[in-house]
């Protein structure tokens, strides 16, 4: 598909209209960070009103997995579309929601002695699961990370703790929810080093948080993301969910893996948790799920999905559409994405290692498969969180045709589709450093 082709610098007239448009009707909550009007997409290609053709290096915020318009997704969606559109799976039954259920069951770690509830975002898929450990171990508390996301509806906002400002103004919300500090490794919270540590971050859970605040007895769940999202691309040592989940064994505590961004074949393997050993007790999938389509499931072992009928619903959820294009999108994960993904990632990772070298403003550059994080700091040595060169670098990738987004709070994310070429990422990589070249 060559190269990106910028003809009119953006936005361009029409792009421009619908931004006055958009400025007019849209709610002022939403967080663009550059104006691309978009008009159609192909693989990783993205063209927007005015007719730039960008490479895509988002895929929609880590969501169409299969790239854009898979003439597969395409066929499929076309004829379930003519067979049947809606009929509300939680009052009725079809084919299409209950396939899928049977296919998750048997993918998510842990055997397929599972239940699914199926809902239309990540966002609901995580309510779910907070309803769920409430209701099944009658436990009112939970735990969460700092720099979790898990989106941002009134109990998944609760759990939340990436940016002030996406809870700032919604006092008071669902109570019961502690944090602790995530694995940031880079910016170790107690300043210590891995493996050194021995995990100081989990035994201060137990040591402080269990002993001075929190009866533990008294905790239904820890939610955790396998590799942090929004909160910077950030990946747990080795050794760390291990001890995480002994920790959380011994006090019957379940373990809630929020894979919304880092699952579906991303980082090289289905669940991003499977880069570790051990088995969630509830997993929640959204985003690359359904390449587009708007689905979410909460999977859980069946013994915890023991609640009576009517306690949760929800008239949307597991839609026909929607969960056919989940069916022909992990049947083309299991059948070469989620390798394509892991052999690419890590020539993408090599080619950035390879420039990290190269300039004082790359801090670090992690991740797993297509799930990338580049930290833009002041200069190596002070490891300076560098937001404003972050922004600009973005910004400039845009007006050059690639498309990338921030994390965090100075991190750049790579979390293209996962039918990237070597050659598109040699074009993203070749593009980000030029970009980078100007720092
Ligand atoms: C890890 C994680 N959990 C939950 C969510 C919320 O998903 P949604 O935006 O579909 O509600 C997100 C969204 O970015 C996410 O990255």
């Given amino acids: 598909m060559g190269k990106p082709l910028i003809k009119i610098t953006p936005p361009g007239p029409k792009a421009k209209e619908y931004l006055k448009k958009d400025s007019k009707y849209i709610s002022p909550s939403y967080t663009r960070v550059y104006p691309l009007v978009a008009e159609k997409g192909k693989g990783c290609w993205i063209w927007d009103v005015d007719g730039n053709k960008y490479l895509d290096m988002n895929a929609g915020v880590a969501v169409c997995s299969t790239g854009h318009a898979h003439p597969d997704v395409l066929k499929t969606v076309r004829e379930q579309t003519e067979k049947l559109i809606h009929y509300s799976g939680t009052d009725f039954y079809y084919p299409p929601e209950i396939d899928l259920a049977e296919k998750l069951a048997e993918i998510t770690p842990g055997g397929k002695n599972r239940k699914v509830f199926f809902s239309n975002s990540g966002a609901e898929a995580i309510e779910c699961a907070l309803k769920l450990v409430r209701y099944h171990t009658n436990r009112h508390y939970c735990i969460a990370f700092y720099g979790s996301f898990h989106g941002r509806t009134m109990g998944a906002l609760s759990l939340t703790a990436s940016k002030q400002i996406q809870r700032k103004g919604f006092y008071s919300l669902v109570p019961g929810v502690y944090h602790v500090y995530y694995p940031y490794c880079y910016r170790c ?170 300039y004082d403003i790359i801090g670090d550059i992690r991740g797993k498969g297509l799930m990338i994080g580049v930290e833009i700091v002041e200069d190596k040595n002070s490891k300076k969180k560098n937001k404003k060169k972050r922004n600009e670098i973005v910004q400039r990738c845009f007006e050059k045709g690639l498309l990338i987004l921030g994390a965090g709070e100075n991190i750049i994310r790579f979390c293209p589709p996962l039918i990237i070429s070597k050659q598109e990422i040699e074009t993203g990589v070749e593009i980000f450093e030029e970009v980078v070249r100007g720092y």
């Fill in 189 to 358: 919270p107690f300043n210590l080093s891995y493996p050194d540590c021995d995990f100081y971050c989990i035994d201060i859970i137990e040591d402080t948080l269990f002993r001075k605040v929190l009866p533990p007895e008294e905790v239904s769940a820890i939610f955790l993301e396998p590799i942090q999202g929004e909160g910077g691309y950030i990946v747990p040592p080795q050794g760390y969910f291990e001890k995480l989940k002994k920790l959380a064994d011994k006090y019957d505590i379940l373990l809630v893996d929020d894979e919304i961004q880092a699952g579906m074949g991303r980082t090289g393997k289905f669940f991003a948790i499977e880069h570790w050993d051990i088995i969630p007790d509830i997993v929640t999938v959204a985003k690359g799920i359904a390449t587009g389509f708007p689905l979410g499931a909460c999977i859980s072992k069946s013994g915890i999905m023991d609640w009576k009928p009517g306690s949760h619903a929800s008239t949307f959820g597991g839609n026909p559409v929607a969960c056919s294009a989940a069916l022909k999108t992990i049947e083309l994960l299991e059948n070469g994405l989620i390798e394509n993904a892991r052999r690419m990632g890590e020539y993408f990772l090599k080619l950035l290692k390879e420039i990290e070298q190269k």
